[in-house]
């Protein structure tokens, strides 16, 4: 028993536990030394138990040392983090991808000149339509935004001046129709007279007077003709038909030409009077940009030259222009003249009253970094090239690197950061590099 109990004090706190447990179970109460008889039985047993402890215990350092020993043995590695930034391609791949490279040149380009404006409309395509008399509007059929063709009707209206233009139009027609009749008859007479007079029928005076009744005849219908022409002036200029005879007709307010209704200033049962405006249509096929150009850069303005513009709502496109008009006055508070600028807007992006950047290609010229803009990627909100480090005959290496963009040269677009002239960049089959780089990212995530 003693030598059992010298066994246990050498395990550590574990054992030792094990030991009170034991002398807890087995040990007389009354006499420490002494196992206690009723207990005896269980003795083996436990017996048996410490012992494959005691075993598998020294398995378990035996296979901690010989663990220790491999690792020890084995040569020591350092691992290297593989850099994000770049891809590692075989060379085989990169000739499916049919890869491009191009060197990133540097030239002088001009400086721009920048400014700001905003967004009009063309007024040279602009019409108003406006009454040219007093009467009700009975119904309106356009609204604002609604695109319109020449001619179409846009309202109609209830007006006794046309109504009166009509009336004397149809008037003088037939003023004009009897005139001729009676200027027929009376020349008529004067033949008539003529044969008579020679037949001794009648006196030279009778046919004098014939013929003055004739020449009256003719005067009238000059009068008449006159008065046609007058009628049909005011009828054109009320843009009335000339085979209307229904007084009670409604008077058709047309569109003078194509574009889209910018305003409406009627509504069905409003007076009109004239000079009131109705309406007003805008082609925005094309629109002005009013840029204010300060001071110091008026000698570089010229008619014709060419502007490129932008605004917040396009951020990545540009839209070509061109000055049609440079101001006579300048701004006293600001220092700035105003420019007008035309620019196609066939595809409808710029709307009236938009702020826009202004550049005009007419400064100094400076150095810069130019690549094609086939070679630009997003990446991470960033914008990225691709950029050829090396390569053997197994495989290629590609580093992504953030650049900054400046001004657009034709295809090529100056990078104002992360590119040296020289580097050799990937220009068709940058987006190839793009997917497989972010595949990558995906799989090691």
Same mark, same amino acid.
Not at 428 to 435: H, N, P, W, Y
């Given at each position: 028993?003693?030598q059992?109990?010298k066994n246990?004090?050498?395990?550590?706190?574990?054992?030792?536990?094990?030991?009170e447990?034991?002398?807890n179970?087995f040990?007389c109460?009354?006499?420490?030394l002494?196992l206690?008889?009723?207990?005896a039985?269980l003795?083996?047993a436990?017996g048996?138990?410490?012992?494959?402890l005691?075993?598998?215990?020294?398995?378990?350092?035996?296979?901690?040392?010989q663990?220790a020993?491999?690792?020890a043995?084995k040569p020591?590695?350092k691992e290297t983090?593989k850099?994000?930034?770049?891809?590692?391609?075989?060379?085989?791949?990169?000739?499916l991808?049919k890869?491009d490279?191009?060197?990133a040149?540097?030239k002088?380009?001009v400086?721009p000149?920048?400014a700001?404006?905003?967004?009009?409309?063309?007024?040279?395509?602009t019409?108003r339509?406006?009454s040219?008399f007093?009467?009700?509007?009975?119904d309106?059929?356009?609204?604002v935004?609604?695109r319109?063709?020449p001619g179409q009707?846009?309202?109609?209206?209830?007006?006794?001046?046309v109504?009166?233009?009509?009336?004397?139009?149809?008037k003088?027609?037939?003023?004009l129709?009897?005139?001729q009749?009676?200027a027929?008859?009376a020349?008529s007479?004067v033949e008539?007279?003529e044969r008579l007079?020679q037949s001794k029928?009648?006196?030279?005076?009778?046919l004098?007077k014939?013929?003055?009744e004739?020449?009256?005849?003719?005067?009238?219908?000059?009068?008449?003709?006159?008065e046609?022409?007058r009628a049909?002036g005011?009828h054109?200029?009320?843009?009335?038909?000339d085979?209307?005879?229904?007084y009670d007709?409604?008077?058709?307010?047309?569109a003078?030409?194509?574009?889209?209704?910018m305003?409406?200033?009627i509504?069905?049962g409003?007076?009109?009077?004239?000079?009131d405006?109705?309406?007003?249509i805008?082609?925005?096929?094309?629109?002005?940009v009013i840029?204010e150009v300060?001071?110091?850069?008026? @000698?570089?303005?010229?008619?014709?030259?060419?502007v490129?513009?932008?605004v917040?709502?396009f951020?990545?496109?540009?839209?070509s222009?061109?000055i049609?008009?440079i101001?006579?006055?300048?701004? @006293?508070?600001?220092?700035?003249?105003?420019?007008?600028?035309l620019a196609?807007?066939?595809?409808?992006?710029?709307k009236?009253?938009?702020?826009?950047?202004?550049?005009?290609?007419?400064g100094?010229?400076?150095?810069?970094?130019l690549?094609s803009?086939?070679?630009?990627?997003?990446m991470?909100?960033?914008?990225?090239?691709?950029?050829?480090r090396g390569?053997?005959?197994?495989?290629?290496?590609?580093?992504?690197?953030?650049?900054?963009?400046?001004?657009?040269q034709?295809e090529?677009?100056?990078?104002?950061?992360?590119?040296?002239?020289?580097?050799?960049?990937?220009t068709?089959?940058?987006?190839?590099?793009?997917?497989?780089m972010m595949k990558?990212?995906?799989?090691?995530?």
């Amino acid at each position: 028993m003693i030598q059992f109990e010298k066994n246990l004090q050498r395990k550590g706190s574990k054992d030792q536990r094990i030991k009170e447990s034991f002398l807890n179970r087995f040990l007389c109460p009354f006499d420490p030394l002494t196992l206690c008889v009723e207990k005896a039985g269980l003795v083996a047993a436990f017996g048996l138990s410490l012992a494959l402890l005691v075993a598998l215990s020294g398995c378990n350092k035996a296979e901690q040392l010989q663990t220790a020993a491999t690792d020890a043995a084995k040569p020591e590695l350092k691992e290297t983090a593989k850099d994000p930034n770049l891809l590692t391609l075989s060379a085989e791949s990169v000739k499916l991808a049919k890869l491009d490279f191009a060197e990133a040149s540097e030239k002088e380009i001009v400086a721009p000149i920048e400014a700001t404006g905003r967004v009009t409309i063309n007024e040279d395509s602009t019409a108003r339509v406006g009454s040219l008399f007093s009467g009700r509007i009975l119904d309106v059929g356009v609204k604002v935004g609604d695109r319109v063709r020449p001619g179409q009707v846009l309202a109609k209206m209830h007006t006794h001046e046309v109504h009166e233009a009509e009336a004397d139009w149809f008037k003088a027609q037939a003023e004009l129709k009897q005139r001729q009749t009676e200027a027929a008859f009376a020349k008529s007479a004067v033949e008539r007279a003529e044969r008579l007079l020679q037949s001794k029928a009648i006196s030279q005076h009778e046919l004098n007077k014939a013929r003055l009744e004739y020449q009256a005849a003719q005067q009238e219908i000059h009068r008449a003709e006159a008065e046609v022409e007058r009628a049909r002036g005011h009828h054109e200029h009320l843009g009335l038909p000339d085979d209307q005879h229904d007084y009670d007709a409604p008077v058709m307010i047309r569109a003078p030409s194509a574009g889209i209704i910018m305003k409406r200033e009627i509504t069905a049962g409003a007076s009109v009077h004239p000079g009131d405006q109705l309406f007003s249509i805008s082609d925005l096929s094309s629109v002005w940009v009013i840029a204010e150009v300060q001071e110091k850069h008026l @000698p570089a303005m010229k008619i014709g030259l060419p502007v490129e513009i932008s605004v917040a709502a396009f951020p990545d496109a540009s839209f070509s222009g061109r000055i049609t008009r440079i101001g006579e006055v300048m701004n @006293p508070q600001t220092r700035t003249i105003e420019v007008r600028c035309l620019a196609d807007n066939r595809q409808g992006k710029l709307k009236a009253e938009m702020f826009a950047a202004i550049s005009l290609a007419a400064g100094e010229k400076r150095p810069a970094v130019l690549v094609s803009q086939k070679a630009l990627q997003e990446m991470d909100g960033q914008t990225v090239v691709f950029i050829a480090r090396g390569s053997n005959q197994a495989e290629w290496q590609f580093e992504k690197r953030a650049v900054k963009t400046g001004r657009k040269q034709g295809e090529l677009i100056e990078i104002i950061e992360g590119l040296s002239g020289g580097e050799r960049v990937v220009t068709t089959g940058s987006f190839l590099l793009k997917s497989e780089m972010m595949k990558s990212q995906l799989a090691e995530e």
